[in-house]
């Protein structure tokens, strides 16, 4: 029961990360904006836009093809992923919280995406 729950919350977890990197891209594109960073993420620019481009297409995919029960290990690959990335730019990134409030908002999204990522290795066990 426990692990139906972590699988569906997983799903429902990157099925928005994939959607709002795939929609911050496509704003970004669409605008023609040279300067575009996130000071979160280790690109700027045309490639940040590219990157979040391909990242929220793989995870669409990903997502799609583990609920369908096929591909879970590209399920798996993109949940550690895209947890790695998260806890790279909390850590490790130049960006500075505004207070502790963002830092523990921070701090809760990473444990989402470690709580999706054990969700996706349950999936790929299977």
């Given at each position: 029961m426990v692990q139906a729950i972590v699988r569906l919350f997983s799903y429902a977890f990157h099925l928005l990360l994939s959607?709002?990197?795939l929609g911050v891209g496509l704003v970004a594109a669409l605008s023609d904006n040279t300067t575009f960073q996130f000071e979160f993420l280790p690109w700027s620019g045309k490639e940040l836009q590219n990157w979040?481009?391909?990242?929220?297409a793989i995870g669409l995919v990903s997502v799609a093809l583990a609920f369908k029960g096929k591909v879970k290990f590209l399920f798996l690959a993109w949940s550690v992923v895209a947890a790695g990335l998260i806890?790279?730019?909390i850590f490790l990134s130049g960006y500075r919280f505004e207070g502790?409030?963002?830092?523990?908002w921070a701090l809760g999204i990473l444990g989402c995406a470690l709580i999706s990522a054990w969700g996706a290795w349950?999936?790929?066990r299977r």
């Open positions: 959607l709002a990197a979040l481009l391909a990242l929220g806890a790279r730019g502790e409030a963002d830092f523990k349950n999936r790929a």
